[in-house]
């Protein structure tokens, strides 16, 4: 081969593949868009599950007693197509198990895992805090009474002092878990459910709560809230979020009490986002969702780890009943009904995993 010809060859080489005749020239491929990355958060991976309505509705249902595809149905009023996906996806996740039912080697139903009845807790502090603030006129739709005897109010804990846990007084450090990760683009751009979804069958504190902090962007507000995120600009660059999406959680969360606006600037006039008093009651609930994601979610690397000022030590959150002070379970709390069940499709039998009935 002449050492032209080697030299035309070389240089086509280089250049890269020519488009045939007639045919549209190549484009060379657009890069791809950098990955966007997001905090490590336990609380966030719990959030993700219980921030599907249909799926915490499913799950609310099973410590009420519920175990049958219809008693589901009944209670919820789903369509069958979609109360068969979210109990699939519940099974796939862990929560859930398929058993034979009683007396039927035939029928199938759905049972708690351990992992799903240890979101016992979670639910019992996000119902505690909507008692407090969301009841309305009509009050809390339940009274607790703890396997201790008394008529229980549990509370937010620390594991080592069995104090009760305030936001101010618990500092964090970062866990084996900590940093950031790449997030799939299709959850950053799934539509958050209806929040009036969340009110669908019985009466709920867990629900009215969840209607505040169910919406993924709600709750990415909130927990940076508690990092001490509290301007437009911050907010926006820490959750890499579109400024009109802020702008309207930011006015939920204003309409919903949990945030309040404070001017920091005359000229240009500036504002920033505090912490209500509603809005500071949330870290407890906030801080049990981590403790279940932790432990079910984080492969044994937790993100952060906290200590609680008041007593020195680093600290597992516990829901504790105000009256023993020893951890609740779904097996050690009994229920009253402060409404009529029969108007809610009540199951009419209770599985070995719901809290008993007074």
């Known amino acids: ?9 070389r240089d086509a080489f280089e250049a890269g593949p020519v488009a045939p005749a007639g045919a549209a020239p190549f484009q ?20 993700r599950i219980l921030s599907d309505a249909w799926a915490f509705l499913i799950i609310r249902e099973a410590f009420f007693g ?15 197509a979609t109360l068969t996906e979210r109990l699939r996806m519940l099974t796939r996740a862990g929560i859930f198990h398929q058993a034979p039912a009683s007396g039927s080697a035939k029928r199938l139903e759905y049972r708690l895992t351990r992992e799903g009845l240890d979101l016992y807790p979670s639910f019992i502090a996000l119902m505690q805090f909507g008692d407090r603030w969301l009841a309305g006129a009509a009050g809390p739709p339940l009274r607790l009474v703890h396997s201790c005897g008394c008529e229980s109010r549990p509370f937010v804990g620390c594991s080592a002092c069995s104090e009760a846990i305030t936001a101010g007084e618990v500092t964090y450090r970062d866990g084996p878990g900590a940093g950031k990760a790449p997030v799939d683009p299709a959850r950053r751009s799934r539509r958050a459910s209806d929040p009036a979804q969340f009110e669908r069958g019985r009466p709920s504190s867990v629900s009215r709560a969840l209607q505040i902090i169910g919406d993924r962007w709600s709750f990415l507000v909130i927990r940076e809230a508690f990092f001490g995120g509290r301007r437009f600009d911050r907010l926006q660059a ?3 979020i579109a400024p009109n999406i802020l702008t309207d959680r930011l006015a939920r969360l204003l309409g919903s009490r949990v945030l309040e606006r404070r001017k920091y600037q005359d000229a240009p006039e500036r504002f920033e986002y505090r912490l209500t008093g509603i809005g500071r009651d949330l870290y407890g609930p906030m801080i049990t969702m981590m403790a279940w994601g932790d432990r079910w979610l984080a492969r044994g690397k937790p993100p952060l780890v906290l200590t609680h000022a008041r007593c020195g030590r680093d600290f597992t959150p516990l829901v504790l009943c105000d009256g023993c002070r020893r951890p609740i379970d779904s097996r050690s709390m009994k229920y009253r009904m402060c409404y009529d069940p029969g108007a809610f499709g009540e199951p009419e039998e209770e599985g070995a995993t719901a809290p008993g009935r007074l």
């Open 66 to 80: 519920a175990r049958r595809f219809e008693t589901f149905r009944a209670a919820l009023g789903l369509p069958r």
């Open 1 to 9: 081969m002449s050492a032209v010809r080697r030299r035309m060859k």
């Open 238 to 240: 820490e959750l890499n």
């Open 28 to 47: 060379r491929a657009a890069p791809a868009p950098p990955a966007i990355l997001e905090r490590n958060c336990s609380v966030a991976r719990t959030v």
